[in-house]
């Protein structure tokens, strides 16, 4: 069973930094991309930022050159580093993997979010 597991969320005020981290756990073949998303308080979810299994990477806009991804293969974790939090930051965080938890297969998992708030 493929479980992802995220910590690193909470208050935080604007201007700040947080790092959220997201390890898989479980039976684990191989895992391909990797994301974050994000859900503000009624609005849809939306996707923050990627990163592939080589290491390519790709943001939102809202994300560009504030948040920065990257993962750690050896551990099975993916993180993301948030620098120069807005309030329209705050939102429940979801780390969300391409998972093939035995050769040939393929599954996608959500973990069960972080909560980020950002107010003064």
């Known amino acids: 069973q493929v479980q992802l597991v995220e910590s690193g969320g909470g208050l935080v005020q604007p201007g700040g930094s947080l790092r959220l981290s997201c390890a898989a756990t479980g039976n684990i073949f191989r895992i391909n991309a990797m994301r974050w998303f994000r859900q503000a308080p009624g609005k849809q979810r939306e996707l923050v930022a990627s990163v592939g299994s080589g290491g390519e990477t790709n943001y939102a806009a809202s994300a560009k050159g504030r948040f920065t991804i990257s993962r750690d293969n050896a551990k099975n974790t993916v993180y993301l580093q948030m620098n120069s939090l807005k309030p329209e930051d705050t939102a429940v965080y979801y780390c969300?993997?391409?998972?093939?938890?035995?050769?040939?297969?393929?599954?996608?998992?959500w973990g069960q979010g972080t909560q980020v708030t950002v107010s003064s």
């Open positions: 969300n993997a391409d998972v093939a938890p035995v050769a040939a297969t393929l599954y996608n998992y």
